[in-house]
Every structure is written in structure tokens, then in C-alpha cells.
T-cell receptor, first 113, second 112 residues
């Protein structure tokens, strides 16, 4: 078990470009979460999946954001037409249905110039 | 979920016990208290959680007052590696497998 992994770890993009991040959860975990964290703030919930079903989405997840989890394994988070306000750390976490702990990955740091 | 209040920052000498307070005066009877920490440039890490009894694990102890309106996370022998932001989260389930609502946490600095 290598833990939750995220790719890339850092991404610099120009405003208006699309970006996609990947998260690979711990293999037996059926729940997967995305959070966003800006400087000096705690992580903010974006969305979560149980298997391939997206069960909840935050109001923070505007229509420029889309998340998928095909086949209930890895997940992708896409941001279209990036804006400078999208600059943040994007964190992924996973857990099993009967577990009290969420396991977080190292995050993808996005910088929009 | 109930709102929590934590001090913005704290210092603790290496080797001493670090006591991190959290107020959650609006907590309801079925809400749990969770603690996570985030070391610089890493994702948050679960520490401990409890409902009303005190809890202890290999990382820390959690003391919850009888009225459940506040709690204290205790790191018994703080090391430099305990320098991190500590988040107190009140959560409706014993299974922390839905969305977590983080505040701004307490920045704990361990002083050599």
C-alpha cells in the first residue's frame, strides 16, 4: 500500500487554459474526495465519490470544474478556462465506507499566471 | 456541523506536552470531535477522534469536557516533527467518510 498519490505535484498554466489532475486512491478504498486549499486556509471540500458515483458537490465546484471517477478507481479533476482565483493546492483523499479516517495525498499545487 | 474555535498559533518546547484547545460550544449530542494535522507541504493526517470519553492512541490523547463544549488534544512529548497546523473538526459520524469542514486550525511550533 503506497498511499494516495496525485499527479502532477505542481502545475503552472496560463489563464484560460484547461488543466486536469489525477488522483489514485488506496486500492481498496471505495470513497474518494477532492478538496481545495488556498494559502493560510484549511482545506475546503469540493466533491466526493462512492465507487464511480459522485454523491455530493460543493457550491465551490463551478461549472468550469468537473470530476470523474471511471470504474471507481482513479479520479480526475478538470478545470476549464482557468482563472487566477483557481490558484490553490488541490488535495485528494480516500477512505472505505466503514472507516473513520480519510487518507490524504500530497496535493497538486496549481498556479495560474 | 458545529463550528469550532481554535487559537491561531501556539509554541511548545521540545519534549514537553503540547496541549491544543478547541471550543465547540454548539456541538450536538451525536457529533464527534476529530483532529487532523497538516505538516508543511503535505496533505492532512488523521490523529484521533472521540464522542464523549477521553481517547488515547499512539499519537495523542483527546480530552473532551463533560459538557462536550470543548476539548484538548495532547501530544505528550512533542518533537520537532510535530510542528504543523492542527485542525479540530466536529463531525456527525463515527465514520469520517463524508465531507470534512476544516477551519483555519492552530499553527503549533515546537521550539528546540
Amino acid at each position: 500500500d503506497t498511499g494516495v498519490s496525485q499527479d502532477p505535484r505542481h502545475k503552472i498554466t496560463k489563464r484560460g487554459q484547461n488543466v486536469t489532475f489525477r488522483c489514485d486512491p488506496i486500492s481498496e478504498h471505495n470513497r474518494l474526495y477532492w478538496y481545495r486549499q488556498t494559502l493560510g486556509q484549511g482545506p475546503e471540500f469540493l466533491t466526493y465519490f462512492q465507487n464511480e458515483a459522485q454523491l455530493e458537490k460543493s457550491r465551490l465546484l463551478s461549472d468550469r470544474f468537473s470530476a470523474e471517477r471511471p470504474k471507481g478507481s482513479f479520479s480526475t479533476l478538470e478545470i476549464q478556462r482557468t482563472e487566477q482565483g483557481d490558484s490553490a493546492m488541490y488535495l485528494c483523499a480516500s477512505s472505505s465506507s466503514q472507516e473513520y479516517e480519510q487518507y490524504f495525498g500530497p496535493g497538486t499545487r496549481l498556479t495560474v499566471t | 456541523d458545529a463550528k469550532t474555535t481554535q487559537p491561531t498559533s501556539m509554541d511548545c518546547a521540545e519534549g514537553r506536552a503540547a496541549n491544543l484547545p478547541c471550543n465547540h460550544s454548539t456541538i450536538s449530542g451525536n457529533e464527534y470531535v476529530y483532529w487532523y494535522r497538516q505538516i508543511h507541504s503535505q496533505g492532512p493526517q488523521y490523529i484521533i477522534h472521540g464522542l464523549k470519553n477521553n481517547e488515547t492512541n499512539e499519537m495523542a490523547s483527546l480530552i473532551i469536557t463533560e459538557d462536550r463544549k470543548s476539548s484538548t488534544l495532547i501530544l505528550p512529548h512533542a518533537t520537532l516533527r510535530d510542528t504543523a497546523v492542527y485542525y479540530c473538526i466536529v463531525y456527525i459520524s463515527n465514520f469520517g467518510n463524508e465531507k470534512l469542514t476544516f477551519g483555519t486550525g492552530t499553527r503549533l511550533t515546537i521550539i528546540p
